[in-house]
């Protein structure tokens, strides 16, 4: 079983639709990080967490530690959101990045 | 463009070919990862560079051989390749690392295919 669980592995939405994705962790972290990756294969960082709340655009994430659990919200989700989102933690004993599998989101027009 | 560039973006090569995977970054960045992506499997690390210095090997196959001449240029080697190293190869930078890492920037990644 892996370290990272994402839920679900994929999602499909109507144009303007809420979205959550879900990270489980098993591990104690000291920051976790939520990935977009294109069909193109380019990943780019969204957000940098170790606690609470951030929010950037129409996107917010939050971190519940006692929990081991983060969440990826989407406000009115567009076609192009359509993407590979990848939850990744930092182990608090390894230093080394742990990546979930990712969740396949596809929001149609 | 994220400012970590990959060449190139695509690549078959066969079994007995030598190519070599190029990574540049001009975001100031003082450490570099190569990280393997096949399908349906998280993201895994291969090889890690601080200040030129290689500091992490994950018990990666001596089919791949990296090389950091600078700390602006990463290479990953590639010889006598296995059908199963087919997968997409991603670049990263970022100021420091571990947990000291901040500024993680991803390139765009080289599609290997092996024949």
């Known amino acids: 079983k892996n370290e990272v669980e994402q839920s679900p592995q994929n999602l499909t939405a109507q144009e303007g639709e809420f979205i959550t994705i879900n990270c489980s962790y098993s591990v104690g972290i000291s920051a976790l990080h939520w990935l977009q990756q294109h069909p193109g294969g380019g990943i780019v960082s969204l957000f940098m967490?170790?606690?609470g709340k951030k929010k950037h655009g129409r996107l917010i994430a939050t971190i519940n530690i006692q929990e081991k659990h983060s969440s990826l919200h989407i406000t009115a989700s567009h076609p192009r959101d359509s993407a590979v989102y990848i939850c990744a933690v930092r182990s608090y004993n390894t230093d080394k990045l742990i990546f979930g599998t990712g969740t396949r989101l596809q929001v149609f027009p | 463009e994220t400012g970590v560039t990959q060449t190139p973006r695509h690549l078959v090569m066969g079994m007995t070919n030598k190519k070599s995977l190029k990574c540049e970054q001009h975001l100031g960045h003082n450490a570099m990862y190569w990280y393997k992506q096949s399908a349906k499997k998280p993201l895994e690390l291969m090889f890690v560079?601080?200040?030129?210095?290689?500091?992490e090997n994950n018990s990666v196959p001596s089919r791949f051989s990296p090389e950091c001449p600078n700390s602006s240029h990463l290479f990953l080697h590639l010889h006598t390749l296995q059908p199963e190293d087919s997968a997409l190869y991603l670049c990263?930078?970022?100021?420091?690392?571990?947990?000291?890492?901040?500024?993680?920037?991803f390139g765009s990644g080289t599609r290997l295919t092996v024949v």
């Open positions: 560079y601080s200040l030129e210095e290689r500091v």
């Open positions: 990263a930078s970022s100021h420091g690392q571990g947990a000291r890492a901040y500024g993680y920037t």
């Open positions: 967490l170790s606690s």
